[in-house]
């Protein structure tokens, strides 16, 4: 078992998520080599606006709009860490969790275009 857990501010930012996405997130984080913080769940089609506009994001078709994604970030010493390589162990737990839970998710990493390694989601359908 993992020594981390979701702060406060992580357990704020899943309000208004899926239940099934937050399900996984709190199991991840109980599994995690790399501890995290949620950046990003439920957004509101302004804030998909400006992230569309600054080129953060290709779409608003987003699943964050309707609550079916989460953006995880990397804590490394304590910053948010943007090196793929934290994302790729959080996406091993969040997996792990998902597997467990008999939830299907879909990790951005994996992406061909804009890989979004903080990005997770249910699939659509």
């Given at each position: 078992m993992s020594r981390f857990s979701l702060s406060s501010r992580s357990?704020?930012?899943?309000?208004?998520?899926?239940?099934?996405?937050?399900?996984?997130?709190?199991?991840?984080?109980?599994i995690s080599e790399v501890d995290f913080t949620v950046l990003e769940g439920l957004r509101t089609a302004e804030r998909q606006r400006?992230?569309?506009?600054?080129?953060?994001?290709?779409?608003?078709?987003?699943?964050?709009?309707?609550?079916?994604?989460?953006?995880?970030?990397?804590?490394?010493?304590?910053?948010?860490?943007?090196d793929m390589e934290y994302y790729r162990k959080l996406s091993q737990a969040m997996e792990a969790s998902a597997l467990l839970l008999h939830v299907s998710i879909e990790w951005g990493?994996?992406?061909?275009?804009?890989r979004d390694g903080p990005h997770f989601q249910i699939p659509r359908g």
């Open positions: 357990w704020d930012r899943l309000r208004g998520v899926d239940p099934r996405l937050v399900g996984v997130v709190a199991y991840a984080i109980t400006e992230l569309v506009a600054a080129g953060k994001s290709q779409t608003m078709n987003s699943r964050h709009l309707v609550g079916e994604a989460v953006d995880l970030g990397a804590w490394v010493d304590g910053k948010v860490s943007w990493g994996n992406w061909k275009t804009l």
